[in-house]
C-alpha cells in the first residue's frame, strides 16, 4: 500500500525548493522523514555552505543537534526549512532491505510474468524495473508535486531522476536545468546523492554547486534559458558576409570549436558574442560523398574562409584547443594568438573538478543537458566529452 501524500514530508507544504531523495535508510525509518541519517546530515551542511543568507545561526545550531540528539533533530530543522522556502520528501516511502533499492526491483522477464501490460515505466537500473506493487508510490509523489507545485526540484541520485526525467545515468545529466518528463511545467535539477558523495568526497563541492543552481532557479518559476542565434547550414554567401564583419568589427575575443567525424573535422564553430554563433559544416553523411558543399570550389573557398579567421590577429579561445589545432594544423592552417583555453582556465582555479565541456556547462550555463537531447555516435565525441 502507498503512504499517503505528505506522510514522508518535511518542510513546507508549499515550497519554492523541493528536496528529493530514493527511499528511507534506518534512521529515516525511525523519524518516518527524508535525509535524517549521515546523508541527511552532509545534505544540511552542503545547503548551509550554498545558501548563507538564510538564518546562518538557526542552521548551524540544527547542525549541532544533529550530534547531540541524533535521529531527534530533525524536530528543530523544520524552523530553517521554512525560513529558505525548502521541503524534502522521497521517490518511495519506505525502507528497502540492506538499504539497496535494486531490492524493490524485478527483471523485465518477472516483470512480463505478472501480466502488468499498463507498466509504462522505464528501467530503474541496468535491466531492473520497479516492482508493480511499489508503482503508487511513484503516484504518490506525483500527487505532492501537484499540490505543492514547487519552483524547481532538487533530485538527488537515479531514482528521482528516473521518477521525474524518466532517464538515469546521474554523472551525464547532473546540473543542468530540465523540464520534468511527468510534470513538465516544473523544473528539475539532478545532483548527486549525498550517499553517493560520502562515498566520492570529491563530488562534495559539485554537489553545493547543484544546491546553489537548484536555489537560483527555484525564486520564479518559469524556465528561462539564454537567447541565441546559430547559424547551422550557411551559405557560401553566408559565410563570406560573416568572414567579413568578423574582420571589420574585431572583436576582442573569438570562440573557436570544431566536431570530428571519420578522423576529420566535421565542422567548427565561431563565436564572437555570447548570443550569436556561426557553425561551418564540412561533413554531411545525408548528402551525396558525405560532403556540406556541393562543388569543389565552395569547399575550396569556405576552408579559406576559415583559415582567415583562425589565422587573424584576434584573440582565440578554445575549449580543449589542444586536441581541435592537432586538427586544423593538419588542414594547412597556422592559428594566430591562441589566447585562452576555458578546459585549462577552469582546471587552474579547480584542479580537482572534471574540466570536460559539458562538465563546464552544467556549472556555468542555464543551458538543457545535451545528453538528454540525444545520443552522438562514438566517433563523433570529442575528447574532452
Known amino acids: 500500500m502507498a503512504s499517503s501524500a505528505f506522510s514522508g514530508w518535511a518542510g513546507p507544504r508549499n515550497p519554492k525548493l523541493l528536496i528529493i531523495g530514493e527511499a528511507w535508510g534506518e534512521n529515516e525509518w525511525m523519524v518516518k522523514q527524508p535525509f535524517v541519517g549521515s546523508s541527511g546530515e552532509l545534505l544540511w551542511g552542503m545547503l548551509g555552505q550554498a545558501i548563507q543568507d538564510v538564518e546562518p545561526e538557526l542552521h548551524r545550531q540544527s547542525h549541532n543537534e544533529y550530534f547531540k540528539l541524533g535521529p531527534a533533530w530533525v524536530r528543530n530543522r523544520s524552523r530553517w526549512l521554512e525560513a529558505a522556502g525548502i521541503a524534502y520528501t522521497n521517490v518511495i516511502n519506505l525502507q528497502p532491505p540492506g538499504n539497496k533499492i535494486d531490492a524493490f526491483c524485478c527483471t523485465k522477464k518477472e516483470l512480463q510474468a505478472q501480466e502488468t501490460s499498463?507498466?509504462?515505466?522505464?528501467?530503474?537500473?541496468?535491466?531492473?524495473?520497479?516492482?508493480?506493487?511499489?508503482?503508487?508510490?511513484?503516484?504518490?509523489?506525483?500527487?505532492?508535486?501537484?499540490?505543492?507545485?514547487?519552483?524547481?526540484?532538487?533530485?538527488?541520485?537515479?531514482?528521482?531522476?528516473?521518477?521525474?526525467?524518466?532517464?538515469?545515468?546521474?554523472?551525464?545529466?547532473?546540473?543542468?536545468?530540465?523540464?520534468?518528463?511527468?510534470?513538465?511545467?516544473?523544473?528539475?535539477?539532478?545532483?548527486?546523492?549525498?550517499?553517493?558523495?560520502?562515498?566520492?568526497?570529491?563530488?562534495?563541492?559539485?554537489?553545493?554547486?547543484?544546491?546553489?543552481?537548484?536555489?537560483?532557479?527555484?525564486?520564479?518559476?518559469?524556465?528561462?534559458?539564454?537567447?541565441?542565434t546559430v547559424l547551422i547550414n550557411p551559405t557560401i554567401h553566408d559565410l563570406?558576409?560573416?568572414?567579413?564583419?568578423?574582420?571589420?568589427?574585431?572583436?576582442?575575443?573569438?570562440?573557436?570549436?570544431?566536431?570530428t567525424q571519420w578522423k576529420q573535422i566535421r565542422c567548427i564553430g565561431f563565436a564572437s558574442a555570447s548570443d550569436s554563433a556561426l557553425v561551418i559544416p564540412f561533413i554531411d553523411p545525408s548528402k551525396p560523398g558525405a560532403n556540406y558543399w556541393s562543388t569543389f570550389e565552395e569547399e575550396r573557398e569556405t576552408w579559406q574562409i576559415t583559415k582567415t579567421i583562425l589565422e587573424s590577429t584576434i584573440p582565440k579561445l578554445f575549449q580543449n584547443g589542444m586536441y581541435d589545432l592537432q586538427y586544423i594544423v593538419k588542414m594547412g592552417i597556422r592559428p594566430q594568438n591562441c589566447l585562452h583555453d576555458t578546459m585549462l582556465l577552469h582546471h587552474s582555479l579547480f584542479p580537482e573538478m572534471r574540466k570536460s565541456l559539458g562538465f563546464l556547462g552544467s556549472i556555468y550555463t542555464n543551458e538543457q543537458s545535451w545528453k538528454l537531447m540525444g545520443r552522438p555516435k562514438a566517433d563523433t565525441v570529442k575528447r574532452d566529452e
Open 118 to 228: 499498463e507498466y509504462r515505466q522505464p528501467a530503474l537500473a541496468r535491466g531492473l524495473y520497479l516492482r508493480p506493487q511499489y508503482l503508487p508510490e511513484v503516484d504518490r509523489l506525483l500527487s505532492e508535486l501537484a499540490t505543492s507545485r514547487p519552483n524547481c526540484i532538487l533530485a538527488t541520485g537515479n531514482t528521482p531522476s528516473w521518477a521525474l526525467l524518466h532517464t538515469t545515468n546521474i554523472s551525464a545529466i547532473r546540473g543542468a536545468v530540465s523540464l520534468g518528463y511527468t510534470d513538465p511545467q516544473i523544473k528539475v535539477v539532478p545532483t548527486y546523492h549525498p550517499a553517493a558523495i560520502l562515498r566520492q568526497w570529491s563530488w562534495r563541492p559539485i554537489g553545493v554547486a547543484d544546491i546553489i543552481k537548484a536555489y537560483r532557479e527555484a525564486q520564479y518559476p518559469e524556465l528561462i534559458r539564454p537567447e541565441r
Open 240 to 259: 563570406i558576409g560573416a568572414r567579413d564583419r568578423l574582420l571589420a568589427f574585431k572583436p576582442s575575443l573569438v570562440a573557436a570549436d570544431i566536431e
